[in-house]
């Protein structure tokens, strides 16, 4: 029997009483010895020693709890299971929603079936047996939709259980292998689909398996896209050209779009999402470079009108894809869809993974790449690519085989609420993978956005490998290419500095200066609107283009400032100010140094006379010199016209004139006005 303890003194002797301990007096942790208020300076007692009593009944109750805790879980899962079950007996049981139709009736025909697997890059080739109806139940822009019977290679013969699917057929008249072409457009659009699960979204989505059929008994063979029936309400959520759907505004749709954007690099953006739910069919593929998926890839000039009236949402900024830069103007127009998104009922969890950037290799090797991604990771690279020290980088990937553990990819579950705890469980050892980012399902790794903090102390410090620091710097470096400029710029710095990269376009850029033409065009001016097209947005993007290095944009920007005739935004204009010429002569410089002549032939005169230098730089006859010296020997494809103004012999007889007279830095040589003069003869000349 549990008691307490506690001492009654009488005038000589002191006596013990013990009563029996009650259940709140351990709540209450009353059981201490001594009690309080005693007086330590009795002698003769035992030394004070705090009771066990607490601690085995607060540990008896946090087992109780932990048991609980885990007949809570499975009951839980119980309770997922027999929801799941009760799904699909329902699924069996569901009554047809063609039955009035009679399909079963209709003629029995057998086709050629094609279908395209995106992770072999071949197609399937086999005979299916359907039934479709002769007359067509809806269409869209282009196709006819026509229902179809499809029997299972199971099914023999018993069309009652024959599956519902839709044949789509071009309105008029395309090549037949724009159908072959629309099927690998939306094969390789599910792979981004797959992607997208794999950095555990709040909704995941998924793409219709389509296939072309070819009725080959029927007169001129045709061919027909087939897919499955899905019945619900259809909705178009975004389009090719911008389009947002008000009456179905969701973020995941738009999300995933933005997310392709990012993930890929910049090479391409998956719009024109539409489906029943997070099911979609048809989309489109907007690239970089405007090649392949057929005329609906709009290039640079889609995402440009993607981007115009896209405004982040939660879980964009769940998986850390930066907003693209829009001007004040264009941030009030999109006002009215960022406060309806605040009404979708989507909430996210906070176990995202934020994207990254993939590597040199990956982004020219985009479908390759997600098809490792797709396998299960098991650290073998794809034939004939390069080992995992050449795409992750040899830190990187030092650090994944001593720290990481091989765990597979991640089960790509519709459910997103039954998830929310799956990090409490993780290990030590995988927290501080995560803490770096580093994930073991993918061949790239992914960083993971944790909770939980930690912070080094002055005695851990030391115990860090310096090959971990450069690893978790590297991975920093390759988080996804961001959707703002200022990132991107930064981005292309680092770049600069890396002599082993060679310089490339930025498609951001690129996307800015197709949105600052479309301003110009009036692309986003409303039809009623009488106003002119808004020139502060027009010049907002063309200043973001010539920052992200785009040349057109460069020496737009560096003939406005300069007060000099321009070709983009004709009817902009600022005013002539000091500033303003210091400003038009840095993007001239800018211009010069990446090839454009006729920058470089103004940046010669500009030095050789000492006209329009701004304020920082004064006459330099050897600036002058240099400057003639490059316009005079680029390389006939490389902005070189013999035709143009300034041919190249005027050029070099100026550049004489200024070796004879020397001056202004530039020191007298008569040799080079020799060679100089040789140069500028004409080939008819002796």
């Not at 013990?16 to 009690?35: R, V």
């Not at 070709?567 to 090839?595: C, F, N």
Request: glycine share 6%.
């Amino acid at each position: 029997m549990l008691s307490d303890v506690y001492l009654e003194e009488n005038s000589s002797d002191i006596h013990m009483i013990l009563d029996p301990l009650e259940l709140t007096d351990i709540n209450q942790n009353l059981c201490s010895w001594p009690p309080q208020g005693f007086d330590d300076g009795i002698t003769g007692l035992p030394p004070r020693k705090e009771s066990q009593i607490f601690s085995v009944a607060m540990g008896m109750k946090k087992k109780r709890n932990v048991m609980l805790n885990k007949n809570e879980q499975n009951s839980n899962s119980r309770a997922i299971r027999l929801k799941w079950k009760n799904a699909a007996y329902r699924a069996l049981r569901m009554a047809d929603p063609w039955k009035e139709f009679h399909l079963e009736k209709l003629e029995v025909e057998t086709a050629t079936r094609y279908r395209y697997s995106a992770l072999r890059k071949d197609w399937v080739v086999d005979e299916v047996t359907i039934k479709m109806a002769k007359e067509s139940f809806n269409h869209g822009a282009m196709r006819s939709c026509y229902r179809v019977k499809k029997l299972s290679n199971f099914a023999h013969d018993n069309w009652e259980h024959a599956s519902n699917y839709v044949a789509k057929k071009y309105m008029e008249n395309v090549n037949r292998e724009v159908y072959f072409e629309d099927v690998k457009l939306q094969m390789d659009a599910k792979l981004w689909s797959e992607e997208y699960n794999r950095h555990n979204p709040p909704k995941k989505v998924d793409i219709f398996q389509m296939c072309v059929i070819e009725l080959y008994s029927r007169p001129g063979k045709p061919l027909f896209h087939l897919e499955h029936y899905i019945e619900g309400k259809y909705v178009k959520y975004n389009s090719n050209s911008g389009f947002i759907s008000s009456e179905g505004l969701r973020l995941t749709p738009q999300a995933f779009s933005h997310f392709t954007f990012e993930r890929s690099g910049h090479e391409l953006i998956v719009v024109d999402i539409q489906g029943v739910g997070d099911l979609y069919t048809d989309p489109q593929i907007h690239t970089a470079s405007g090649k392949d998926y057929g005329d609906g890839n709009l290039g640079p000039k889609g995402m440009a009108l993607f981007f115009h009236s896209h405004v982040c949402n939660n879980i964009c900024h769940s998986l850390s894809l930066s907003p693209f830069d829009l001007a004040v103007p264009e941030k009030k127009a999109n006002q009215k869809i960022a406060h309806m998104q605040r009404s979708c009922k989507t909430r996210v969890r906070g176990t995202e993974e934020i994207c990254i950037l993939p590597s040199q290799y990956e982004r020219s090797h985009l479908t390759e790449f997600l098809r490792a991604r797709t396998r299960t990771y098991s650290g073998s690279s794809l034939p004939g690519s390069p080992s995992d020290s050449e795409i992750l980088g040899s830190p990187v990937d030092f650090y994944i085989r001593c720290r990481s553990r091989d765990s597979g990819n991640r089960t790509m579950s519709s459910g997103s609420e039954d998830m929310d705890g799956e990090d409490d469980e993780r290990s030590e050892d995988e927290d501080d993978i995560s803490n770096l980012g580093l994930n073991s399902d993918s061949g790239v790794g992914s960083l993971h956005l944790s909770r939980r903090k930690r912070y080094d102390s002055e005695s851990s410090a030391t115990s860090v490998d310096e090959r971990e620091r450069v690893a978790f710097q590297e991975l920093i470096a390759r988080q996804s290419r961001p959707s703002c400029v200022h990132n991107e710029v930064q981005l292309r710095k680092m770049l600069e500095n890396d002599e082993n990269r060679n310089p490339e376009t930025s498609v951001l850029g690129q996307v800015h200066l197709e949105m600052a033409k479309y301003h110009e065009l009036g692309r986003f001016t409303a039809e009623d609107d009488e106003e002119e097209y808004n020139r502060d947005a027009a010049f907002f993007h063309m200043q973001h283009a010539a920052d992200c290095g785009i040349m057109e944009a460069v020496v737009t920007m560096a003939r406005i400032y300069l007060q000099l005739q321009h070709d983009l935004l004709v009817d902009i204009s600022v005013p002539d100010t000091p500033q303003h010429q210091e400003k038009g002569v840095w993007y001239m410089l800018r211009a010069a140094s990446g090839g454009d002549r006729a920058a470089i032939i103004h940046m010669a005169k500009a030095f050789d006379t000492g006209e329009n230098l701004g304020l920082s730089r004064e006459k330099s006859w050897k600036e002058a010199v240099y400057w003639y010296d490059r316009a005079v020997n680029m390389e006939e494809g490389e902005e070189f016209d013999a035709c143009m103004d300034d041919p190249a012999y005027l050029l070099l007889s100026r550049q004489a004139d200024l070796y004879r007279q020397g001056g202004y830095g530039l020191e007298k040589d008569y040799n080079r006005v020799n060679c100089t003069k040789k140069q500028q003869r004409l080939p008819w000349q002796p």
